[in-house]
């Protein structure tokens, strides 16, 4: 996939700027294929990662689950 193909995939759920695409692509930890080509070519599943990175809740601890609790109980 070049990076318009991966662009126009992640904008369907999630309008981004190619700057904003190529942060994500560093935080997946996504490289190019191959040698340095013109445009360059990513992994077919490159857009499916990055949608999983935006849309992926974040794991509460359950130190963090059990003080929301006490905060509650002292609140009633």
Known sequence: MTVQQIHAKVNRHK?????????????CQIKPIGARQRPQPYPDDSADKIIAY??????????????????????A
């Not at 309008?15 to 935080?27: I, K």
């Not at 849309?55 to 002292?74: D, Q, Y």
């Open 54 to 75: 935006l849309g992926s809740p974040k794991i509460v601890s359950m130190r963090t689950l059990k003080a929301e609790r006490k905060k509650a109980r002292r609140a």
């Open 15 to 27: 309008p981004v700027s190619r700057a904003q695409l190529y942060a994500y692509l560093n935080a």
